[in-house]
């Protein structure tokens, strides 16, 4: 029986790896969990509120995205659409060819991420520069993000520190905070030089065509701060209806992603500079990117184009805990990652359609969820979808079912398995040719088979006096 | 909780459901279960032809195979007594999993109605029936493991408000306790290696907590974790609720 690509991945890991991980998720989760709870009445509430919210978007996008495209454009933006990710890098491109740009300096981006565009671009000449200093790290050692918030949650500060020795920014040195420094000195002078600042967007109101962007470096707003070109790319599922409604998304964010109250720069754009505004880009360029959303929008699990990419659901995740990141080999990692990724696969279902079953169903991840998804449920979906096109990495390891359900249909089997079952306690365990039950004695003892037993101490314990009352009954349908 | 559950009759006529485990494995927890609920003045009705609930094949994707069962479990608890399961898990598969599982099937209505009539065993006592303490006897420090599957539902409270009224017991806090014990049904075997490091995480925080015994509404936790620390050499003892409860009548005489 072929084993678990994710099971095999969790070999590797050093414990050092595995202890950071499972410190860094344990803390922010619980941070985030008294935060909540310190400052709403009833938290859960506002979760379930939220994902209505984005549910009602997501059900709604054919009207939401051309007003919000209206909007956009009567604020002077100027708003492109990209069904994929090799258009969504093309519209990048095309839109600083056309100004003879060639340095991109980039706020983090998941959608980025998605679409590999700094590969796309420096393939082509243009320097994409990472800004976020996670993401600068990753960007220098060509490695992935492990994490949607903490993308280098897999890093010791000693490796960070060698790779800092290795590009010539300064002798080894360990320091978080020279480490921070010496970032920084290097990126002010790559914002200065700039010709286009690439960000996301964490929200669109349609209401009013803002875009809000949150950091906690400020790297967002450097990037825009001495550029004449801002790129904004959006998911197409990023709107929410009105200005209002970002109260309420803002908070759950901040608290879900980081444990914060609000993160620390919280940035609303309306538009390119007005002419009365002394700096800031005069171009501003909004890429609406589907990339099979569309596609997730018209599958069963609709619900988790709600997410808002807070990866609250890694950091409580007893799975993502153990494996971390890069096992899911996928942009979007975790519970999140488990559903969004095999489904961004599109027709490549089964090249990851082993995600969905790398859980134990335990729920942790909905009751953290801010906009309530019902990510168990889409797991299971998923699973089903595996099942029924066959997709190897889906059935690796799993027993098969066929047989069980025969017997369990069929009471007279059942019943005479149970008692046959007591062969169990006679043979060596080891001896047994079942794979599944070699998975579970390598670890675990089993406990003693009683089959038949409890149904014997039915039939046979003595009546009460009354004959009746308070006696069992046996009776077959 | 669903709103629309259907409450137990006057005559207290219930229907048990064993669960697989108990019936292969969990013999007297199965027992307890009946001498609780006959205690609580129920006659219990154990439908012959059960099987299981049909989880396994469901948390597997094999949903053709798992809707097969449930059908067989439509038709063995059919009528309209409540069915009472000493399983978190199996409670949540017959009220959720089946939901789900039979969204675009024409019975659809009668999964759902067993749905409506089915109770995880210390729900039925504490929110069922309105016992709200124990009587009895049980002497001991317990561990309670909050088994995932009853996330969501009123299982969790009320199995801790029975067990902390008992005389002599004490509920000691552990570490982490939200998070799973690592078992997960097919999981464990398919996933072994994750598995087993989940379990053992949470063996360390109940420990360190020094319990007399591990307790959990659901014995498919408590024979990983069980399994788990006999295998390392340092075994633990374990107990479904309904054997704390019984044996707490059992202590006072009342059994």
């Excluded at chain 1, 897999?154 to 480490?179: Q, V």
């Excluded at chain 1, 279902?349 to 449920?377: H, M, Q, R, T, Y």
């Excluded at chain 2, 709103?3 to 006057?10: E, F, G, V, W």
Aim: hydrophobic share 40%; net charge neutral.
């Amino acid at each position: 029986m072929a084993r678990q690509p994710i099971d095999q991945f969790v070999e590797g890991i050093s414990a050092e790896k595995r202890a950071s991980v499972y410190l860094g998720t344990k803390v922010t989760h619980e941070k985030r969990d008294k935060l909540l709870h310190d400052h709403y009445a009833d938290p859960d509430a506002l979760r379930r509120l939220a994902g209505e919210i984005k549910q009602h978007v997501v059900e709604n996008l054919d009207t939401y995205l051309p007003k919000v495209e209206a909007k956009l454009q009567s604020n002077g933006v100027k708003v492109h659409w990209a069904s994929t990710a090799e258009e969504a890098c093309a519209a990048v491109h095309g839109i600083m060819k056309a100004r003879g740009a060639t340095k991109l300096v980039k706020a983090k981006t998941m959608v980025s991420e998605e679409i590999g565009l700094a590969d796309y671009l420096e393939h082509r000449g243009i320097e994409a520069l990472e800004t976020d200093l996670g993401e600068f790290i990753v960007q220098i050692d060509h490695d992935h993000p492990s994490h949607i918030v903490r993308p280098i949650i897999h890093k010791s500060r000693k490796e960070i520190a060698t790779s800092f020795e290795r590009e010539g920014l300064g002798a080894y040195n360990d320091d978080p905070e020279t480490i921070t420094r010496r970032a920084r000195a290097f990126l002010r002078k790559k914002f200065l030089q700039a010709d286009v600042g690439l960000t996301g967007a964490n929200f669109v109101s349609v209401e009013s065509g803002r875009l809000v962007i949150v950091t906690n470096e400020g790297n967002s707003r450097f990037s825009l701060a001495a550029t004449k070109c801002h790129i904004a790319l959006v998911g197409i599922e990023k709107l929410v209806p009105r200005d209002r409604d970002l109260g309420l998304f803002l908070n759950l964010l901040a608290r879900s992603a980081t444990a914060q109250q609000l993160t620390v720069y919280t940035e609303f754009i309306s538009g390119p500079k007005a002419a009365a505004q002394p700096d800031g880009p005069e171009e501003m360029h909004v890429i609406f990117v589907d990339n099979r959303r569309t596609e997730v929008l018209a599958s069963e699990c609709r619900e988790i184009l709600r997410c808002i990419r807070c990866g609250a659901c890694l950091n409580v995740c007893p799975v993502y805990r153990q494996v971390s990141g890069h096992a899911y080999r996928s942009v979007y990692p975790g519970p999140v990652g488990a559903v969004l990724s095999p489904l961004l696969e599109g027709d490549k279902f089964a090249d990851k359609a082993d995600l969905p079953k790398a859980s134990s169903l335990c729920g942790a991840c909905n009751e953290v969820c801010p906009v309530n998804i019902p990510i168990p449920d889409l797991l299971l979906r998923l699973r089903n979808k595996g099942k029924r096109e066959h997709a190897p990495l889906a059935e690796a390891g799993s027993p098969p079912m066929g047989a069980w359900a025969l017997m369990a249909s069929s009471p007279a089997a059942w019943k005479t398995a149970l008692v046959a079952g007591k062969l169990m306690n006679v043979l060596p365990k080891t001896w047994i040719p079942i794979p599944a039950m070699k998975a579970w004695t390598d670890t675990r003892t089993l406990p003693e088979w009683r089959g038949g037993e409890f149904r014997k101490w039915l039939r046979q314990r003595p009546r009460k006096a009354d004959g009746t009352k308070g006696s069992p009954q046996s009776h077959t349908p | 909780m669903a709103s629309d559950r259907q409450l137990p009759r006057a005559d207290r006529r219930v229907m048990l459901m064993a669960t697989c485990l108990c019936d292969a494995f969990y013999a007297d927890a199965a027992r307890a279960t009946v001498e609780v609920l006959e205690h609580l003045g129920c006659t219990v009705e154990f439908p012959e032809g059960q099987t299981c609930c049909g989880q396994p094949a469901f948390n597997g994707g094999d949903w053709d195979a798992s809707r097969q069962v449930v059908r067989h479990a439509v038709k063995t608890f059919a009528g309209d007594l409540p069915v009472i399961v000493p399983s978190g898990s199996c409670a949540a598969m017959l009220t959720h999993g089946t939901a789900l599982e039979f969204e675009k099937e024409a019975d659809l209505g009668e999964v759902r109605q067993l749905g409506r009539r089915t109770w995880e065993l210390a729900d039925f006592i504490v929110n069922g029936l309105g016992v709200k303490t124990w009587p009895g006897r049980y002497e001991g420090r317990i561990a309670f493991h909050r088994s995932c599957h009853c996330r969501g539902s009123e299982t969790v409270p009320a199995a801790l408000a029975l067990l902390s009224s008992i005389a002599g017991a004490s509920v000691a806090p552990f570490g982490e306790s939200d998070q799973c014990c690592g078992f997960g049904g097919t999981f464990s075997v398919s996933f072994p290696h994750i598995s087993s490091a989940m379990g053992t995480l949470k063996l360390e925080h109940i420990r360190a907590s020094a319990p007399d015994v591990l307790v959990s509404v659901d014995m498919s936790c408590l024979m990983h974790m069980a399994g788990l620390a006999e295998k390392a050499g340092q075994p633990i003892r374990t107990q479904h609720v309904a054997q704390v409860l019984r044996d707490a009548l059992r202590n006072g005489n009342l059994l």
